[in-house]
């Protein structure tokens, strides 16, 4: 059973900051691109950054100089270090994998649970 398991939220102070880590577990063949995505209250899941297997990135224009994205392909872990952060931050920020289990022939997107992010003085 395939799962992605975040860590690494919290409460933290405006200007803080904050590195989230998500690790991929179970039977993998393979991972291509890993991200890390966010949703506010009352507002639509966002892409926040994205990374492929050979670490070129993407991301949000909004987020960039501020969030650095990275993956530590031997871990399966994929890493969302925020700085600099703002109240506009607070979210549940959720990773995405695109893997393929062992056997199955192709690549399915799978989600971690999300982890609370809450930036407030």
């Known amino acids: 059973q395939v799962q992605l398991v975040e860590s690494g939220g919290g409460l933290v102070q405006p200007g803080g900051s904050l590195r989230l880590s998500c690790a991929a577990s179970?039977?993998?063949?393979?991972?291509?691109?890993m991200a890390w995505y966010r949703q506010a209250p009352g507002k639509q899941r966002e892409l926040v950054a994205a990374i492929t297997s050979g670490s070129s990135t993407n991301y949000a224009d909004s987020l960039k100089g501020r969030f650095t994205i990275s993956r530590d392909n031997a871990k399966n872990t994929v890493y969302l270090q925020m700085n600099s952060l703002k109240p506009d931050d607070t979210a549940v920020y959720y990773c995405?994998?695109?893997?393929?289990?062992?056997?199955?022939?192709?690549?399915?997107?799978?989600w971690g649970q999300g982890t609370q992010v809450t930036v407030s003085s």
């Open positions: 179970g039977s993998i063949f393979s991972i291509n691109a």
């Open positions: 995405n994998a695109a893997l393929a289990p062992t056997g199955s022939g192709r690549l399915y997107s799978y």
